[in-house]
T-cell receptor
């Protein structure tokens, strides 16, 4: 069984603050993929990052950074100097390889991030 | 422009009626997916298809049906057997499997009256 937990239901910060969104996952596979998606109020999910289980290097993309730690089964997402446009629901998701990659993603329940001006 | 289109954006249905949600992609992707999203919840997989004329049940397939007669189209029918169909439905596609980035459509919000 696979499971993704995003314990933070909602986070509210003031603009320009840094904020970290937590993601903890469970899987028996040694090979798997982790994703982060952003869902703005329009509803359409926007892909942010994909990481495979063999690549534990942290990644930075502009104000966004991701910290992948297999030892704690976590894949956390940090936004530096947050902006109002970052307000959205953020989902962490997992894809295992035992299903041949064809069985879709398992999503966490999402974290609603509110950036106040 | 390449992408995924879903129609309609909003859909109202009376209890006991079947309704079909459209999903079309022009990305030349092999794999397509249907997810359901309820308020405060993550997305849950309804059905997926890796190739034309083949599809598999996801975690919550009961009360739903799909077809994949063309590579670019993956319509979802919400049948009267679905006990709680009011939700936001999202269609997605990926090049060949869920290891790769999935591209999502804008979604259809279904309300049962």
């Amino acid at each position: 069984a696979q499971k993704v937990t995003q314990a933070q239901t909602e986070i509210s910060v003031v603009e320009k603050e840094d904020v970290t969104l937590d993601c903890v996952y469970e899987t028996r596979d040694t090979t798997y993929y982790l994703f982060w998606y952003k869902q703005p109020p329009s509803g359409e999910l926007v892909f942010l990052i994909r990481r495979n289980s063999f690549d534990e290097q942290n990644e930075i993309s502009g104000r966004y950074s991701w910290n992948f730690q297999k030892s704690t089964s976590s894949f956390n997402f940090t936004i530096t100097a947050s902006q109002v446009v970052d307000s959205a629901v953020y989902f962490c998701a997992l894809s295992e390889t035992t299903g041949g990659g064809a069985d879709g993603l398992t999503f966490g329940k999402g974290t609603h991030l509110i950036i106040q001006p | 422009d390449g992408g995924i289109t879903q129609s309609p954006k909003y859909l109202f249905r009376k209890e006991g009626q079947n309704v079909t949600l459209s999903c079309e992609q022009n990305l030349n992707h092999d794999a397509m997916y249907w997810y359901r999203q309820d308020p405060g919840q993550g997305l849950r997989l309804i059905y997926y298809s890796q190739i034309v004329n083949d599809f598999q049940k996801g975690d919550i397939a009961e009360g739903y049906s799909v077809s994949r007669e063309k590579k670019e189209s993956f319509p979802l029918t919400v049948t009267s057997a679905q006990k709680n169909p009011t939700a936001f439905y999202l269609c997605a596609s990926s090049i060949d499997d869920s290891y790769n980035e999935q591209f999502f459509g804008p979604g259809t919000r279904l309300t049962v009256l």
